[in-house]
Every structure is written in C-alpha cells, then in structure tokens.
C-alpha cells in the first residue's frame, strides 16, 4: 500500500527568482534595515511600500551589491550571490536600476542610451534597441537626444535601458516620482506592462500607498527598519495589522473605549474585543468612505441594526467638493469630530444634523 504525502503549498512555488533573509544594517550604531526577510518570484512585482527613512531604498541598495549588509544573505535563483564574506559584484548581479533621476547620458542618443549595456554584435543591439523603443511608443525618438524629450519621454527610455539586457530581478526606487500627475498613472500601466512581459522580479520602492496598491502583486509594509506586514494589496488593505498600517493607506477616524466582557461599548453601540480582558482600554478605527450618513427625521436616526450598530447625531461642520468625493466633518454630539466621504457631490449645509452608522465589517479593534 502506498502513502502519499501531501505537500505544502509552499513546496509547489518555484525557487524564488530573488531572495533575501535576514538582512540588516546599521548606521553609527542604529538598526536602518532590521531582520528583512522577502521573497520575489519571477514575473511578480513587490512594493516595498513606507514613510521616508523606513529602510526600503536602503534594502534595495544592498540586494544591488552598492551597500553592503551587515548580516544576512541575497539569493537569485536559489544561488547565493551575497553574505558578509562573499559577495558577487554589481555588475555581474543581473539586476536593473530604475530610480527617481533617470541618469540618461546628454550626450549619447536615445539608441545609444538603451544600447549602453547591451552586448553583441551592432546589428544585434540595435534590433534590441529598436524592439523596446516600439514598446515603449518612441521609436520615432531614436535618434533624439535627452534634452529633446519630456519628463515622461526621458521615464520610458531610462525603462527600456533598465530592461535592454534582460535583467533577472529588477529594482525601482520612487521611479515616477517626478512626473506630472496627469503622466504617472498610464506610464505605470505601460511600465508595468512591460515588466511583465520580461517577466523580471521586480522590487519598487514607494511611499504612495495608491502606486503600491496600483502596481503590486504583494506589499511588503515596512516600519523603523521591520517590515510589519507584507500580503496581497487587498489582504495588507483590509487586514491591517495595527492602527498605523490603516492609518498609512488613508485618512482614519478613532473611537476610544473600554473593554468590558469581550465587548467594547461606545455611542456607536458595542463593538467585539474577542481576547483581550477586561479594563483593557482600545481604539475603534474605521476609515472615512466607510461612514453611513442618514437624515434626521425629528430628532430620530435609523433603527438600531447587528451589521450596523447604533446611529449617532452629528452635525455638519463643514463640507468639500474634492473632485470625485465629497468630504463631510461632523461634530458628533458625544464630542468626537468624525470625517466621511461620499461619491460625487454631497455638501450639507453646516449645523445640519445628521445621523452616522459604522458598519461592523469595516471597523478594526486595536489595544491602545
């Protein structure tokens, strides 16, 4: 009789295209990358997403090869290519280098800008050139020069540079940084595009959770030198692990209350603290677009319900038209300002009262 052994799912992924595990560094004598573990398969984009000095474009340094770690090594293929004792060089990492400042060369053409790495006969490297040019919609541009493109123009050439030599794993650091916001969102499409068809590992460091959100098969979230997080945009979105990582993708309101009997009670009605004991003070955070607005019908809200809880009377102290929502604050008549937002149009009068619901399934309990 035969057994079969199930495996896990982590058995049938392939070998991670790049890998690193537990990377640290330290800067006179503080932890700047503390215990970074990550793993990139081929074809996949992670964002090493953060608030300025959190880390991330120091890992992407070191995985690189121009700073050096401290401890922990660097795989591509499942071959080390990095510890503190051995150490492939740069250049022979197969790696790409995107950053915010596209280092094109002034003085070399836009044929000859893509072509700077490339190896092999002439005729081969400007099929290359050529191929990348049309991908990117300049090959009318290949014999121009940098100062002769936009911003945009000049992001797609330093791409098609990055990727002219089929790197393995390729890097970007805040690489749309400087566009013009009209610019940014169809070049993102296009580059991510693009990098998918290579099929490199990609790691882009951002601090817009919205380019994290828009461009990542996974976020890794990191804090003070730790990724703190690190999932499916939707998971990391939804299924935060503190009040900070809601906080970081969007604007947040904050109940604070007690817990007693597993249940924390606030003039929104009670909210569950499955495992924390009592007397245990917590915050409720729930974000703006999450807020359910009902009309006052004399001086009575909507009926009390298990998915929405209890309604409780705000009036509106102002009201914006943002361009695709409307932000209403309200001061709450238990003394806390709440903020909602609202598709389109919706701009009460101030002194209105209204009545405000938190639907339980948006809602995260976090001990304060």
Not at 336 to 365: H, I, Y
Request: with cysteine.
């Amino acid at each position: 009789m035969t057994t079969l052994h199930a495996s896990s799912a982590a058995d049938l992924l392939p070998e991670p295209r790049l890998e690193i595990r537990n990377l640290r560094r330290f800067f006179d004598g503080r932890p700047v990358v503390d215990d970074v573990s990550l793993k990139v398969q081929k074809g996949q984009v992670t964002c090493l997403l953060g608030p300025s000095g959190c880390g991330k474009s120091t890992t992407l340094r070191m995985i690189a090869g121009v700073e050096m770690q401290d401890s922990g090594q660097i795989y591509v293929d499942g071959k080390l290519i990095c510890d503190t004792v051995f150490r492939v060089p740069p250049e022979r990492r197969e790696i790409g280098l995107m950053f915010q400042d596209f280092a094109l060369f002034p003085h070399l053409s836009v044929a000859d800008n893509v072509a700077f790495g490339l190896k092999g006969s002439r005729a081969e490297k400007r099929a290359r050139v050529e191929e990348l040019l049309t991908r990117v919609s300049l090959a009318r541009h290949i014999d121009s020069f940098p100062h002769e493109l936009s911003g945009g123009e000049q992001q797609r050439v330093a791409l098609a540079r990055a990727i002219a030599p089929r790197p393995k794993i390729m890097l970007m650091d805040e690489p749309f940084s400087g566009l013009d916001n009209r610019l940014r969102d169809g070049i993102r499409d296009e580059t991510l595009s693009l990098l998918k068809e290579e099929e490199a590992a990609v790691v882009l460091v951002t601090h817009e959770p919205e380019e994290a959100m828009r461009m990542g098969d996974e976020i890794a979230l990191m804090r003070g030198g730790k990724i703190v997080q690190q999932g499916a945009p939707y998971n990391v979105y939804t299924r935060p692990i503190d009040k900070a990582a809601v906080a970081f993708f969007s604007d947040v309101n904050i109940l604070h209350a007690t817990v007693n009997g597993a249940l924390a009670q606030t003039p929104f009605g009670d909210f569950f603290a499955p495992g924390l004991e009592d007397g245990t003070e917590v915050e409720i955070v729930f974000r703006p677009q999450h807020i359910r607005i009902d009309f006052d019908r004399a001086g009575r809200g909507p009926e009390p319900t298990a998915k929405d809880g209890v309604a409780a009377r705000g009036r509106v102290k102002r009201a914006r038209f943002l361009g695709n929502e409307s932000l209403v604050e309200f001061q709450m008549d238990f003394g806390t300002v709440l903020k909602a937002t609202v598709p389109n149009v919706f701009l009460p009068a101030e002194g209105r009262a209204m009545w405000l619901t938190v639907p339980r399934n948006r809602c995260f309990v976090f001990p304060r």
